[in-house]
Structures are given as C-alpha cells and as structure tokens.
C-alpha cells in the first residue's frame, strides 16, 4: 500500500514509511496502520514537500502553475496553459524557463510541460481554489484530488465529523 500510494517516488515513500512506523502500536504493522500513516503522511507532504516547492515560485508562476495543474501531473500542451492564461505561448516563455530552473516543471517533448513530482497538479489545483476564495470542495473534486494524493474515504468521513473547514459532503 505505502509503495503503491507513493508512486514509486523516494521522498514520498520515505515520508509514508516514517508515518506508518509512527503510528503503529507495535512491531507489526498492519493494513491500517499504513493507511494512516499515507493519511499523515500527506499531510506532512502539505505542509512541508509541496509548500516549499509553491512558495519557491513568484506570483507569476504559481498561476502558471495552476494552469497546469488542469493537465494533471503528466502534464500538457505549453499553448493550452497560455489560452487558459488568456496569453500568447511566447511572452510565458520567462515564466516556464523560471520554473524549469527551479525544478517544479519540465519539458517531457517539444511544446509540452510537466510537473517534476507526482501529486502537484493536485496541490496547485486545492491551492487555485482556496485563493479563489471557494469555501468548499464538492465530494467529486474531494476524490480525485484524494486520488492524487492517497487519502480514503474512511479518513474523509472522519475529518467531516471532525468539522474540517472545506470539506463538503
């Protein structure tokens, strides 16, 4: 499961492992215990991983980076983010060679942009709509955006009761 939810990326299954060992009673670890520790895990990943990584990049790019999260993690055309922009291709060509240099983006072809981490697109997205000003996140949104990251339905069900801001039913 840890493997699995990390996507096979070092630092993310260092992060869940250590959580998992955290959260486990004993020597044994069991189904669960991983599952809460991906939980927090991402939660550490939040506030720490991806949060650098945002706050690396200017105002400028975090909204590119927005842009891009409509692709998902795999990426997609540089000339689609400009339209989403409202910009020509070419004057966003500081903007995306700022973020190839700083390791958030890089180009997989010609003409095409992809996150360095899996999960941003996720993270830029839950970040686009809190600076929107959206107050909550429909369920359909809540899943993919767990997709992404690894969260479980159980643990949703429980930040609701726990009254968790942004969480809607």
Request: proline letters at 5%; glycine letters at 10%; aromatic letters at 8%.
């Amino acid at each position: 499961l840890v493997v699995a939810k990390s996507g096979r990326y070092p630092y993310f299954l260092q992060q869940y492992g250590q959580e998992t060992w955290n959260v486990a009673a004993g020597p044994i670890i069991t189904e669960r215990d991983a599952e809460r520790g991906v939980l927090q895990g991402n939660n550490q990943l939040d506030n720490g991983f991806f949060r650098a990584r945002w706050d690396r990049a200017t105002p400028a790019e975090q909204q590119y980076l927005r842009a891009m999260a409509d692709d998902g993690d795999a990426g997609g055309p540089s000339s689609e983010i400009a339209a989403r922009l409202g910009k020509k291709p070419q004057s966003l060509g500081p903007t995306r060679a700022s973020l190839i240099a700083k390791g958030l983006i890089y180009a997989p072809e010609h003409g095409i942009v992809a996150f360095t981490v899996p999960g941003m697109a996720a993270s830029a997205s839950v970040k686009s709509r809190r600076l929107a000003g959206e107050r909550t996140i429909s369920k359909t949104r809540l899943r993919n955006v767990a997709a992404h990251i690894g969260c479980f339905d159980d643990d949703l069900n429980r930040l609701r009761r726990r009254g968790a801001s942004g969480v809607a039913a």
